[in-house]
DNA sequence: GTCAACGTTCTTGCATACAAGATTTATCAT
DNA sequence: ATGATAAATCTTGTATGCAAGAACGTTGAC
Protein backbone atom coordinates (compact mmCIF):
# COMPACT_ATOMS: atom_id res chain seq x y z
CA UNK A 1 0.00 0.00 0.00
CA UNK A 2 2.77 2.73 1.01
CA UNK A 3 6.52 2.82 0.96
CA UNK A 4 7.37 3.48 4.55
CA UNK A 5 6.42 1.83 8.06
CA UNK A 6 4.97 5.09 8.91
CA UNK A 7 2.66 5.59 6.16
CA UNK A 8 1.25 2.00 6.46
CA UNK A 9 0.90 2.65 10.30
CA UNK A 10 -1.09 5.63 9.59
CA UNK A 11 -3.51 4.48 7.18
CA UNK A 12 -4.05 1.04 9.55
CA UNK A 13 -4.62 3.32 12.64
CA UNK A 14 -6.51 5.61 10.62
CA UNK A 15 -8.87 2.70 9.08
CA UNK A 16 -8.86 1.21 12.64
CA UNK A 17 -10.61 4.65 13.81
CA UNK A 18 -12.83 5.08 10.95
CA UNK A 19 -14.24 1.75 10.96
CA UNK A 20 -14.69 1.93 14.77
CA UNK A 21 -12.65 -0.71 15.47
CA UNK A 22 -10.85 1.45 18.01
CA UNK A 23 -13.60 3.37 19.10
CA UNK A 24 -13.99 6.77 20.21
CA UNK A 25 -12.30 7.80 23.38
CA UNK A 26 -10.18 4.86 22.94
CA UNK A 27 -6.24 5.09 24.46
CA UNK A 28 -3.70 4.13 21.64
CA UNK A 29 -1.28 2.72 23.93
CA UNK A 30 2.09 3.25 21.83
CA UNK A 31 3.39 -0.44 23.13
CA UNK A 32 0.79 -2.25 22.25
CA UNK A 33 0.70 -0.68 18.95
CA UNK A 34 4.19 -1.23 17.99
CA UNK A 35 4.17 -5.08 19.09
CA UNK A 36 0.62 -5.39 17.59
CA UNK A 37 2.17 -4.05 13.84
CA UNK A 38 5.49 -5.60 14.83
CA UNK A 39 7.39 -2.29 14.33
CA UNK A 40 9.13 0.01 17.31
CA UNK A 41 7.52 2.66 18.98
CA UNK A 42 9.29 5.32 16.69
CA UNK A 43 7.50 4.99 13.49
CA UNK A 44 4.25 4.54 15.69
CA UNK A 45 4.58 7.61 17.37
CA UNK A 46 5.44 9.69 14.39
CA UNK A 47 2.09 7.94 12.54
CA UNK A 48 0.13 9.27 15.31
CA UNK A 49 1.59 12.52 15.24
CA UNK A 50 0.59 12.96 11.78
CA UNK A 51 -3.37 11.87 13.21
CA UNK A 52 -3.11 14.00 15.84
CA UNK A 53 -2.31 16.88 13.06
CA UNK A 54 -4.91 15.74 11.21
CA UNK A 55 -7.43 16.19 14.25
CA UNK A 56 -8.36 12.38 14.42
CA UNK A 57 -6.10 11.61 17.84
CA UNK A 58 -5.52 13.82 20.66
CA UNK A 59 -2.06 13.88 22.36
CA UNK A 60 -2.41 14.72 25.58
CA UNK A 61 1.51 15.44 26.96
CA UNK A 62 2.84 13.06 28.54
CA UNK A 63 -0.48 11.05 28.99
CA UNK A 64 -1.18 9.05 25.90
CA UNK A 65 -3.12 9.73 22.61
CA UNK A 66 -6.89 8.84 22.34
CA UNK A 67 -9.35 8.48 19.86
CA UNK A 68 -11.23 11.48 19.45
CA UNK A 69 -14.33 11.67 20.21
CA UNK A 70 -16.29 14.67 18.33
CA UNK A 71 -19.76 14.01 19.91
CA UNK A 72 -23.37 14.93 17.76
CA UNK A 73 -23.02 18.84 18.17
CA UNK A 74 -19.50 18.84 16.50
CA UNK A 75 -20.53 16.04 14.06
CA UNK A 76 -23.28 18.35 12.92
CA UNK A 77 -20.89 21.35 12.22
CA UNK A 78 -18.46 18.86 9.89
CA UNK A 79 -21.76 18.19 8.25
CA UNK A 80 -22.29 21.46 8.10
CA UNK A 81 -18.92 22.35 6.64
CA UNK A 82 -19.29 19.56 4.18
CA UNK A 83 -22.61 19.88 2.85
CA UNK A 84 -20.54 24.09 2.08
CA UNK A 85 -17.91 22.62 -0.10
CA UNK A 86 -20.14 19.92 -1.85
CA UNK A 87 -21.91 22.66 -2.66
CA UNK A 88 -19.24 24.47 -4.24
CA UNK A 89 -17.99 21.50 -5.86
CA UNK A 90 -21.12 20.87 -7.64
CA UNK A 91 -21.64 24.44 -8.81
CA UNK A 92 -17.89 24.19 -10.20
CA UNK A 93 -18.57 21.22 -11.51
CA UNK A 94 -22.21 22.48 -13.29
CA UNK A 95 -20.26 25.28 -14.89
CA UNK A 96 -16.59 22.89 -15.72
CA UNK A 97 -17.52 19.46 -16.11
CA UNK A 98 -15.89 17.50 -19.58
CA UNK A 99 -16.90 14.41 -21.60
CA UNK A 100 -15.32 12.33 -19.33
CA UNK A 101 -16.33 13.78 -16.09
CA UNK A 102 -19.92 13.27 -17.39
CA UNK A 103 -19.30 9.52 -18.23
CA UNK A 104 -18.18 9.29 -14.95
CA UNK A 105 -20.55 10.89 -13.09
CA UNK A 106 -23.39 8.93 -14.99
CA UNK A 107 -21.78 5.54 -14.08
CA UNK A 108 -21.61 6.03 -10.84
CA UNK A 109 -24.93 7.26 -10.97
CA UNK A 110 -26.52 4.28 -13.00
CA UNK A 111 -24.63 1.93 -10.12
CA UNK A 112 -26.59 3.83 -7.40
CA UNK A 113 -29.68 3.36 -8.73
CA UNK A 114 -29.20 -0.50 -8.95
CA UNK A 115 -27.67 -1.04 -5.47
CA UNK A 116 -31.09 1.35 -4.64
CA UNK A 117 -33.90 -0.36 -6.28
CA UNK A 118 -31.83 -3.66 -5.14
CA UNK A 119 -32.48 -1.92 -1.64
CA UNK A 120 -28.61 -3.15 -0.79
CA UNK A 121 -27.85 -0.18 1.49
CA UNK A 122 -23.79 -1.84 1.65
CA UNK A 123 -23.36 -1.33 -1.91
CA UNK A 124 -24.89 1.79 -2.13
CA UNK A 125 -22.86 3.61 0.38
CA UNK A 126 -19.77 2.35 -1.88
CA UNK A 127 -21.23 3.65 -5.38
CA UNK A 128 -22.45 6.80 -3.67
CA UNK A 129 -19.09 7.65 -2.64
CA UNK A 130 -17.70 6.75 -5.60
CA UNK A 131 -20.85 9.31 -7.00
CA UNK A 132 -19.98 11.92 -5.35
CA UNK A 133 -15.86 11.72 -5.65
CA UNK A 134 -16.41 12.25 -9.20
CA UNK A 135 -18.51 15.07 -9.18
CA UNK A 136 -15.42 16.53 -6.58
CA UNK A 137 -13.20 15.63 -10.04
CA UNK A 138 -16.09 17.38 -11.98
CA UNK A 139 -15.23 20.42 -9.79
CA UNK A 140 -11.30 20.34 -11.34
CA UNK A 141 -9.91 21.73 -8.00
CA UNK A 142 -7.81 19.75 -6.72
CA UNK A 143 -7.32 21.45 -3.50
CA UNK A 144 -11.09 21.24 -3.18
CA UNK A 145 -11.27 17.64 -4.22
CA UNK A 146 -9.01 17.07 -1.29
CA UNK A 147 -10.50 18.64 1.16
CA UNK A 148 -13.60 17.19 0.27
CA UNK A 149 -12.08 13.25 0.36
CA UNK A 150 -10.37 14.16 3.83
CA UNK A 151 -13.33 15.32 5.28
CA UNK A 152 -15.75 13.00 3.82
CA UNK A 153 -13.59 10.39 5.27
CA UNK A 154 -13.58 11.73 8.70
CA UNK A 155 -17.40 11.49 8.30
CA UNK A 156 -17.77 8.36 6.81
CA UNK A 157 -18.96 6.40 10.28
CA UNK A 158 -21.48 8.90 11.04
CA UNK A 159 -22.44 8.49 7.02
CA UNK A 160 -23.28 4.76 7.52
CA UNK A 161 -25.11 4.79 10.21
CA UNK A 162 -27.12 7.62 8.24
CA UNK A 163 -28.08 4.86 5.43
CA UNK A 164 -29.43 2.88 8.01
CA UNK A 165 -32.18 5.31 8.70
CA UNK A 166 -35.32 3.78 6.99
CA UNK A 167 -35.95 4.79 3.02
CA UNK A 168 -32.83 7.04 3.55
CA UNK A 169 -30.72 5.17 0.40
CA UNK A 170 -34.17 5.83 -1.95
CA UNK A 171 -34.42 9.17 -0.59
CA UNK A 172 -30.72 9.87 -1.63
CA UNK A 173 -30.76 8.35 -4.62
CA UNK A 174 -33.69 10.49 -5.79
CA UNK A 175 -31.80 13.37 -4.18
CA UNK A 176 -28.98 12.34 -6.88
CA UNK A 177 -31.08 12.39 -9.84
CA UNK A 178 -31.91 15.72 -9.75
CA UNK A 179 -28.17 16.64 -8.82
CA UNK A 180 -27.24 14.66 -12.21
CA UNK A 181 -29.64 16.31 -14.14
CA UNK A 182 -28.56 20.29 -12.34
CA UNK A 183 -24.90 19.83 -13.12
CA UNK A 184 -25.23 18.56 -16.68
CA UNK A 185 -27.62 20.96 -17.45
CA UNK A 186 -24.96 23.30 -16.33
CA UNK A 187 -27.39 24.98 -13.65
CA UNK A 188 -24.31 25.77 -10.95
CA UNK A 189 -26.60 27.41 -8.43
CA UNK A 190 -29.01 24.83 -8.73
CA UNK A 191 -26.33 21.52 -8.53
CA UNK A 192 -24.87 23.86 -5.51
CA UNK A 193 -28.21 24.00 -3.52
CA UNK A 194 -29.33 20.59 -4.28
CA UNK A 195 -25.96 19.11 -3.27
CA UNK A 196 -25.89 21.06 -0.09
CA UNK A 197 -29.37 19.99 1.12
CA UNK A 198 -28.41 16.30 0.21
CA UNK A 199 -25.20 16.40 2.54
CA UNK A 200 -26.26 18.67 5.11
CA UNK A 201 -28.28 16.99 8.30
CA UNK A 202 -31.06 19.32 9.22
CA UNK A 203 -33.98 19.10 11.40
CA UNK A 204 -34.75 15.44 12.26
CA UNK A 205 -32.11 14.43 9.67
CA UNK A 206 -30.07 15.41 12.79
CA UNK A 207 -32.27 13.90 15.53
CA UNK A 208 -32.32 10.80 13.59
CA UNK A 209 -28.28 11.13 13.88
CA UNK A 210 -28.15 11.42 17.59
CA UNK A 211 -30.48 9.08 18.08
CA UNK A 212 -28.02 6.12 16.11
CA UNK A 213 -24.96 7.59 17.96
CA UNK A 214 -26.66 6.75 21.17
CA UNK A 215 -27.69 3.56 20.50
CA UNK A 216 -24.25 2.21 19.11
CA UNK B 1 4.91 28.54 23.63
CA UNK B 2 4.02 25.05 23.63
CA UNK B 3 4.59 21.79 26.04
CA UNK B 4 6.66 19.55 24.02
CA UNK B 5 9.75 19.98 21.42
CA UNK B 6 7.51 18.63 19.08
CA UNK B 7 5.08 21.47 19.13
CA UNK B 8 7.50 24.22 19.31
CA UNK B 9 9.41 22.73 16.27
CA UNK B 10 5.92 22.75 14.22
CA UNK B 11 5.18 25.68 15.30
CA UNK B 12 8.54 27.52 14.19
CA UNK B 13 9.12 25.64 11.02
CA UNK B 14 5.51 26.20 10.11
CA UNK B 15 6.04 30.25 10.68
CA UNK B 16 9.35 29.67 8.72
CA UNK B 17 7.36 28.61 5.97
CA UNK B 18 4.31 30.84 6.20
CA UNK B 19 6.98 33.98 6.79
CA UNK B 20 8.72 32.60 3.57
CA UNK B 21 12.15 32.22 5.62
CA UNK B 22 12.06 28.59 3.82
CA UNK B 23 11.22 29.29 0.19
CA UNK B 24 9.05 27.05 -1.35
CA UNK B 25 11.26 23.77 -2.79
CA UNK B 26 13.66 24.71 -0.18
CA UNK B 27 14.86 21.29 1.52
CA UNK B 28 14.61 20.69 4.83
CA UNK B 29 17.28 19.09 6.35
CA UNK B 30 16.80 17.08 9.48
CA UNK B 31 20.07 17.26 11.26
CA UNK B 32 20.11 21.02 10.31
CA UNK B 33 17.00 21.73 11.88
CA UNK B 34 17.92 19.68 14.95
CA UNK B 35 21.52 21.27 15.32
CA UNK B 36 19.57 24.79 14.48
CA UNK B 37 16.77 24.07 17.14
CA UNK B 38 19.30 22.12 19.58
CA UNK B 39 17.57 19.40 19.46
CA UNK B 40 17.84 15.47 18.06
CA UNK B 41 16.22 14.08 15.02
CA UNK B 42 13.29 12.37 16.48
CA UNK B 43 11.34 15.34 17.15
CA UNK B 44 12.28 17.13 14.18
CA UNK B 45 11.16 14.26 12.60
CA UNK B 46 7.66 14.19 14.08
CA UNK B 47 7.46 17.82 13.20
CA UNK B 48 8.17 17.51 9.48
CA UNK B 49 5.27 14.65 9.44
CA UNK B 50 2.53 17.16 11.15
CA UNK B 51 3.27 19.46 8.50
CA UNK B 52 3.56 16.92 6.26
CA UNK B 53 -0.43 16.04 7.48
CA UNK B 54 -1.38 19.87 7.08
CA UNK B 55 0.08 19.66 3.46
CA UNK B 56 3.07 22.32 4.10
CA UNK B 57 5.56 19.66 3.87
CA UNK B 58 6.22 17.13 1.43
CA UNK B 59 8.26 14.06 2.06
CA UNK B 60 9.92 11.98 -0.68
CA UNK B 61 10.59 8.74 0.69
CA UNK B 62 14.26 8.20 1.51
CA UNK B 63 14.86 11.96 0.11
CA UNK B 64 13.68 14.31 2.61
CA UNK B 65 11.12 16.79 2.99
CA UNK B 66 10.87 19.90 0.80
CA UNK B 67 8.42 23.52 1.31
CA UNK B 68 5.69 22.16 -0.72
CA UNK B 69 5.25 24.96 -3.78
CA UNK B 70 1.98 25.77 -4.42
CA UNK B 71 1.67 27.39 -7.64
CA UNK B 72 -0.69 30.27 -8.50
CA UNK B 73 -3.63 27.95 -9.86
CA UNK B 74 -3.55 25.90 -6.64
CA UNK B 75 -3.26 29.16 -4.59
CA UNK B 76 -6.32 30.05 -6.54
CA UNK B 77 -8.06 26.78 -5.75
CA UNK B 78 -7.05 27.59 -2.04
CA UNK B 79 -9.10 31.22 -2.16
CA UNK B 80 -11.93 29.79 -3.72
CA UNK B 81 -12.28 27.23 -1.16
CA UNK B 82 -11.77 29.90 2.05
CA UNK B 83 -13.76 32.34 -0.03
CA UNK B 84 -16.73 29.29 0.83
CA UNK B 85 -15.65 28.87 4.16
CA UNK B 86 -16.05 32.61 5.10
CA UNK B 87 -19.46 33.29 2.92
CA UNK B 88 -20.70 30.00 5.67
CA UNK B 89 -18.62 31.41 8.57
CA UNK B 90 -20.67 35.49 7.80
CA UNK B 91 -24.02 33.94 7.15
CA UNK B 92 -24.24 31.59 10.48
CA UNK B 93 -22.67 34.67 12.02
CA UNK B 94 -25.81 36.82 10.84
CA UNK B 95 -27.97 34.36 12.10
CA UNK B 96 -26.37 33.48 15.51
CA UNK B 97 -24.52 36.70 17.01
CA UNK B 98 -24.54 37.69 20.04
CA UNK B 99 -23.71 41.41 22.04
CA UNK B 100 -20.48 39.73 22.64
CA UNK B 101 -19.86 39.38 19.14
CA UNK B 102 -21.45 42.37 18.05
CA UNK B 103 -18.85 44.45 20.26
CA UNK B 104 -15.94 42.05 19.39
CA UNK B 105 -16.48 42.63 15.53
CA UNK B 106 -17.32 46.06 15.60
CA UNK B 107 -14.12 46.95 18.08
CA UNK B 108 -12.09 44.84 15.05
CA UNK B 109 -13.61 46.84 12.24
CA UNK B 110 -12.77 50.20 13.41
CA UNK B 111 -9.28 49.07 14.50
CA UNK B 112 -9.13 48.60 10.49
CA UNK B 113 -10.65 51.51 9.65
CA UNK B 114 -8.28 53.41 12.01
CA UNK B 115 -5.06 51.68 9.75
CA UNK B 116 -6.74 51.52 6.67
CA UNK B 117 -7.27 55.59 6.62
CA UNK B 118 -3.82 55.75 8.59
CA UNK B 119 -2.14 54.09 5.26
CA UNK B 120 -0.63 51.44 7.17
CA UNK B 121 -1.15 48.66 5.57
CA UNK B 122 1.21 46.57 8.09
CA UNK B 123 -1.25 47.32 10.90
CA UNK B 124 -4.09 46.78 8.75
CA UNK B 125 -2.55 43.12 8.21
CA UNK B 126 -3.41 41.96 11.94
CA UNK B 127 -6.29 44.07 12.33
CA UNK B 128 -7.69 42.52 9.19
CA UNK B 129 -7.09 38.90 10.59
CA UNK B 130 -8.73 39.50 14.06
CA UNK B 131 -11.53 41.44 11.89
CA UNK B 132 -12.12 37.76 10.16
CA UNK B 133 -11.56 35.72 13.26
CA UNK B 134 -14.35 37.52 15.07
CA UNK B 135 -16.69 36.85 11.78
CA UNK B 136 -15.11 32.67 12.59
CA UNK B 137 -15.88 33.11 16.50
CA UNK B 138 -19.57 34.35 15.21
CA UNK B 139 -20.29 31.56 13.54
CA UNK B 140 -20.32 29.83 16.71
CA UNK B 141 -19.20 26.85 14.71
CA UNK B 142 -15.70 25.37 16.21
CA UNK B 143 -15.05 22.99 13.41
CA UNK B 144 -15.86 25.90 10.73
CA UNK B 145 -13.92 28.32 12.86
CA UNK B 146 -10.78 25.69 13.04
CA UNK B 147 -10.86 25.23 9.27
CA UNK B 148 -11.10 28.87 8.11
CA UNK B 149 -8.17 29.42 10.83
CA UNK B 150 -5.71 26.68 9.34
CA UNK B 151 -6.50 27.76 5.95
CA UNK B 152 -6.57 31.71 6.85
CA UNK B 153 -3.19 30.42 8.04
CA UNK B 154 -1.93 28.90 4.97
CA UNK B 155 -2.58 31.60 2.74
CA UNK B 156 -1.04 34.30 5.22
CA UNK B 157 1.66 35.21 2.51
CA UNK B 158 -0.37 35.75 -0.18
CA UNK B 159 -2.74 37.35 1.25
CA UNK B 160 -0.18 39.91 2.65
CA UNK B 161 1.03 40.40 -1.19
CA UNK B 162 -2.44 41.14 -1.99
CA UNK B 163 -2.58 44.22 0.46
CA UNK B 164 0.65 45.45 -1.39
CA UNK B 165 -1.39 46.06 -4.57
CA UNK B 166 -2.37 49.84 -4.90
CA UNK B 167 -5.55 50.83 -2.89
CA UNK B 168 -6.46 47.49 -1.79
CA UNK B 169 -6.26 48.53 1.65
CA UNK B 170 -9.04 50.79 1.18
CA UNK B 171 -11.22 48.58 -1.21
CA UNK B 172 -10.74 45.91 1.50
CA UNK B 173 -12.03 48.26 4.51
CA UNK B 174 -15.01 49.69 2.15
CA UNK B 175 -16.03 45.72 1.91
CA UNK B 176 -15.57 45.24 5.54
CA UNK B 177 -18.03 48.12 5.88
CA UNK B 178 -20.79 46.30 4.42
CA UNK B 179 -19.88 42.82 5.11
CA UNK B 180 -20.83 44.44 8.72
CA UNK B 181 -23.52 46.07 8.34
CA UNK B 182 -25.25 42.71 6.37
CA UNK B 183 -24.26 40.56 9.30
CA UNK B 184 -25.22 43.14 12.45
CA UNK B 185 -28.78 42.93 10.08
CA UNK B 186 -28.86 39.72 10.50
CA UNK B 187 -28.73 38.89 6.58
CA UNK B 188 -27.55 35.82 6.24
CA UNK B 189 -27.78 35.75 2.29
CA UNK B 190 -26.30 39.48 1.88
CA UNK B 191 -23.46 38.53 4.46
CA UNK B 192 -22.50 35.32 2.34
CA UNK B 193 -22.25 36.93 -0.49
CA UNK B 194 -20.06 39.79 0.00
CA UNK B 195 -17.71 37.69 2.17
CA UNK B 196 -17.31 35.68 -0.74
CA UNK B 197 -16.71 38.35 -2.95
CA UNK B 198 -14.68 40.07 -0.52
CA UNK B 199 -12.10 36.40 -0.49
CA UNK B 200 -12.09 35.33 -3.68
CA UNK B 201 -9.58 36.12 -5.97
CA UNK B 202 -11.36 36.87 -9.15
CA UNK B 203 -10.64 38.47 -12.47
CA UNK B 204 -7.93 41.35 -11.85
CA UNK B 205 -7.36 40.45 -8.83
CA UNK B 206 -5.75 36.73 -9.78
CA UNK B 207 -3.57 38.61 -12.23
CA UNK B 208 -2.17 41.06 -9.42
CA UNK B 209 -1.52 37.82 -7.83
CA UNK B 210 0.42 36.21 -10.26
CA UNK B 211 2.69 39.34 -11.49
CA UNK B 212 3.45 39.54 -7.48
CA UNK B 213 4.33 35.98 -7.16
CA UNK B 214 6.23 36.09 -10.24
CA UNK B 215 8.73 38.82 -9.07
CA UNK B 216 9.17 37.71 -4.97
C1' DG C 1 -13.55 1.58 56.87
C1' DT C 2 -11.91 5.62 54.46
C1' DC C 3 -8.60 8.77 53.06
C1' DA C 4 -4.08 10.45 52.27
C1' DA C 5 0.86 10.19 51.56
C1' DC C 6 4.50 7.70 49.76
C1' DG C 7 6.90 4.52 46.82
C1' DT C 8 6.72 1.46 42.83
C1' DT C 9 5.72 0.68 38.13
C1' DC C 10 4.46 1.96 33.77
C1' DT C 11 4.38 5.22 29.86
C1' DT C 12 5.85 8.87 27.38
C1' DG C 13 9.47 12.16 25.42
C1' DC C 14 13.72 12.73 23.57
C1' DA C 15 18.46 11.15 22.39
C1' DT C 16 21.49 8.02 20.36
C1' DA C 17 22.74 4.08 17.49
C1' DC C 18 22.67 1.35 13.51
C1' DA C 19 21.20 -0.19 8.95
C1' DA C 20 19.71 0.68 4.25
C1' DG C 21 18.90 3.56 0.41
C1' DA C 22 20.34 7.86 -2.15
C1' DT C 23 23.80 11.02 -3.66
C1' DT C 24 28.12 12.46 -4.78
C1' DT C 25 32.74 11.78 -6.19
C1' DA C 26 36.50 9.51 -8.13
C1' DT C 27 38.40 6.42 -11.36
C1' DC C 28 38.64 4.15 -15.59
C1' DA C 29 37.51 3.22 -20.34
C1' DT C 30 36.44 4.93 -24.79
C1' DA D 1 37.18 15.15 -22.70
C1' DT D 2 33.07 12.70 -21.76
C1' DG D 3 30.50 9.09 -20.12
C1' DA D 4 29.73 5.22 -17.17
C1' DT D 5 30.64 2.47 -13.21
C1' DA D 6 31.93 1.81 -8.60
C1' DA D 7 33.15 3.30 -4.07
C1' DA D 8 32.72 6.52 -0.45
C1' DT D 9 29.76 9.64 1.96
C1' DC D 10 25.76 11.42 3.44
C1' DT D 11 20.79 11.12 4.73
C1' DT D 12 16.91 8.90 5.97
C1' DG D 13 14.24 5.16 8.40
C1' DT D 14 13.77 2.37 12.34
C1' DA D 15 15.26 0.41 16.78
C1' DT D 16 16.81 0.88 21.35
C1' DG D 17 18.03 3.26 25.61
C1' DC D 18 17.45 6.43 29.30
C1' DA D 19 15.29 10.00 32.03
C1' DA D 20 11.20 12.33 33.73
C1' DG D 21 6.43 12.51 34.63
C1' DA D 22 1.91 10.13 35.39
C1' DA D 23 -0.86 6.28 37.07
C1' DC D 24 -1.33 2.88 40.41
C1' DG D 25 -0.99 0.31 44.55
C1' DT D 26 0.36 -0.07 49.28
C1' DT D 27 0.77 1.29 53.83
C1' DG D 28 -0.35 3.95 57.61
C1' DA D 29 -3.19 7.17 60.30
C1' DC D 30 -7.56 8.62 61.93
Same mark, same amino acid.
Given at each position: !??? %?????? @?????????? %?? +??????????????? +???? @?????? /?? !????????????? @? @??????????????? !? +??? !? $?????? $?????????????????????????????????? /??????? &???? /???????????????? /?????????? &??????? %?????? +????????????????????????????????????????????
Amino acid at each position: !MSE %NVVQRL @RDEIENGIIS %ND +FAPGARLDEVQLATR +FGVS @RTPVRE /AL !MQLNAIGLVEIRP @R @RGAVVIDPGPHRIFE !M +FEV !M $AELEGL $AGSLAARRFTDADRTTILAAHADCERSSSAGNSD /AYYYDNE &RFHK /AIYAGSHSGFLAEQCV /ALHRRLQPYR &RLQLRVR %NRVATS +FAEHDAIVEAILAGDAEQARTLLRQHVSIQGERFSDLVATLASR
